[in-house]
């Protein structure tokens, strides 16, 4: 984040802080005027940077979204896994992955609801 109108005052940089800081705290859209410039490559660049550090491969970043690397067909090295068949592994994946939401989501809804959702 640049200001390219002109040279902030102390008192305004002390502004300007506090503002970007409670924009990206909250989570809100970045508002701002034809005087700032806003360059996300950075970020995008640190985040690729860290990747690359990490040398993460298709089962690293599926495991950071939660997703089982087989199912998106990841090449696991050094590891076999196998299945009976596909309604094994699908059934598998319903238990161990969607079940606990579905769970959390009829909970809620029996404790707010007096039947569960159909």
């Not at 502004?15 to 970007?20: E, S």
């Not at 969607?98 to 989501?105: Q, T």
Request: charged share 20%.
């Amino acid at each position: 984040m640049k200001h390219t109108g002109r040279v902030l005052q102390p008192k305004e940089i002390d502004t300007a802080k506090q503002w970007y800081r409670d924009v990206m705290s909250n989570g809100d859209l970045l508002v701002h005027g034809k005087d700032w410039e806003y360059d996300m490559i950075q970020a995008q660049q640190a985040g690729v940077e860290w990747l690359n550090a990490r040398q993460a491969t298709v089962p690293d970043i599926a495991r950071f979204f939660g997703c089982p690397s087989d199912l998106i067909d990841a090449a696991v090295s050094g590891q076999n896994i196998t299945y009976a068949n596909m309604t094994q592994r699908n059934l598998e994946f319903l238990i161990m992955y969607l079940g606990p939401a579905v769970f959390k989501r009829e909970r809620i809804c029996r404790n707010c609801c007096s039947s569960p959702v159909s």
